[in-house]
């Protein structure tokens, strides 16, 4: 089944689950301060092998919570889904967008991808829950920040970022009872004045970190479980 959607009828699908397998969901968005899912209105996929496609051009946009402009909701869900096999791919271009409160969990397999280009953009509490998930983000721009979370066995990060002031925080394994066993993170950050933070909790794992520029800093923490 497959779904396409335009900024005007993206309210109508809101709260709405695709309740099956191989399912497709494209949305595009063209202006300002829109949004695409918040925690009264998730956007969902329950099943396998579904696939969910999010395009926005402009400034103050984001996926997953309220507009920049409106009042914000709290927690989960934004923009979830659930089981095995799912591709998730966020494409925003514009300032002061943000991609936030995106899950996959309750299954393995799964891929998650957010492309950003512009100033002052947020990928905030992007989440994966299970085994042999795969987060790939590119941020091009200044001021960006993000954040990232993996829980389970034999996941893979990878970042890259251009610009100055960047500043992106990736962690596998919650340093709890929840890790990440056989995790891998590659990190490369380019331009300057541009921050990592970089925590695997359990065994191994490997960390790979790139920066070119001047006035850049990482801070990294790999520990058993």
């Not at 949004?35 to 009264?40: E, I, K, L």
């Not at 099943?47 to 395009?55: E, K, P, R, V």
């Not at 954040?147 to 340093?175: A, C, K, M, P």
């Amino acid at each position: 089944m497959k779904l396409l959607a335009t900024v005007a009828t993206v309210a109508a699908l809101l709260g709405t689950a695709g309740l099956a397998d191989n399912n497709e969901l494209f949305v595009t968005q063209a202006g300002n301060d829109n949004f695409v899912g918040d925690a009264n209105n998730p956007v969902e996929q329950n099943g396998t092998s579904n696939y969910m496609d999010i395009s926005q051009t402009g400034n103050g946009n984001t996926v997953g919570s309220r507009a920049t402009s409106e009042p914000a909701l709290p927690t989960w869900p934004g923009a979830t889904q659930t089981g095995s096999d799912h591709e998730m791919t966020i494409v925003q271009s514009g300032h002061r967008n943000k991609a936030e409160l995106l899950q996959q969990r309750g299954g393995n397999k799964n891929t998650m991808e957010i492309r950003q280009s512009g100033n002052d953009n947020r990928i905030v509490n992007a989440h994966q829950y299970g085994d042999k998930n795969t987060f790939d983000v590119r941020q091009s721009g200044n001021e960006n920040y993000g954040n990232s979370l993996q829980v389970g066995d034999q996941n893979i990060i990878e970042v890259r970022t251009s610009g100055h002031r960047n500043t992106y925080d990736l962690n596998q394994g919650s340093f709890s009872a929840n890790a990440c066993t056989k995790c891998d993170i590659e990190l490369i950050q380019g331009g300057n004045d541009n921050a990592a933070n970089v925590y695997q909790q359990d065994l191994n794992q490997m960390a790979s970190i790139s920066q070119s520029g001047n006035g850049n800093t990482v801070y990294t923490s790999q520990a058993a479980n």
